[in-house]
């Protein structure tokens, strides 16, 4: 016996599914198997759209990160950049400190004073030779006495216009006459070629003088003003057999370390060397 034919059965089925949909609307019988079919469906969706979530996650880290290296070399540059300033700070620092000790030793100085920087440091070994930025035009002379805030540093010996060769008295052709401060013993202090080192020749083994004792400027000669600091003695050493003591003194100016210098001038009353 032949069932209804597929025209009638369709339409039957499309009723059916109409009257499930209006009670399902009305009564909400169908929740559970949506529930359990959303259930069943979710891992597929998640699969589906799970490329698409991956390539935005790495597009966004990438991001990130291009941006977080971008601003870590802008960080470090401003870090170099504020160190830089910062070393420069400390010298202008540095530089001032200097500045205030040569005003402040200018000050005590009772003759007329200039004020000159260093420009160049001879570089051979067996001189003792520094220019500076002072020269005939601003009142610089031959044999003008050079100091620092803490002692004689030399004198000049060349003269340009704007510039000055100046001697220090560590070199091996430099002589200074000094004598010690606590007992007016007078000598001669000679340099030596090293930058911290002067000898006092013909020093008799019975001389009253002693290891700290200081050296100034006598006056004899008339190319150092008399009381200014030269050396200290730091090696007194007598050999019986040797008509003479060695003497060992170190100079009182900072001489490798000086960057401002004092040219002391002459008073009117002072005669020319």
Known sequence: MQGPPITIRLLLLMLTSVA??????RQNHLDTI???LSLVVYPLQYLVDLPSAIAHWASD????RTTLVEENQQLHARQLLLEVRLQKLYALEAENARLRELLNSASKVGEQVLIGELL?????????????NKGSDDGVFEGQPLLDAYGVLGQVVE????TSSALLITDPSHAIPVQVNRNGLRAIALGTGEAERLEIPHIPNNADIQVGDLLITSGLGRRFPP????????????DPSQPYARVV????AH?????????VSRTAEEPSP
Request: charged fraction near 25%; aromatic fraction near 8%; charge should be negative.
């Open 34 to 36: 949506r529930a359990g």
């Open 249 to 252: 003194a170190e100079p009182a």
């Open 255 to 263: 001489l490798e370390r000086s960057r401002e210098v004092l040219l």
């Open 159 to 162: 003269v340009t216009p704007f």
């Open 61 to 64: 880290n990438l991001s990130a």
């Open 227 to 238: 009381g200014y600091p030269v050396a200290t003695i730091t090696e007194f050493e007598k």
């Open 120 to 132: 160049a440091v001879d570089q051979d070994p067996f001189r003792r030779r520094v220019l500076i």
């Open 20 to 25: 499930l949909m209006t009670v399902d609307h």
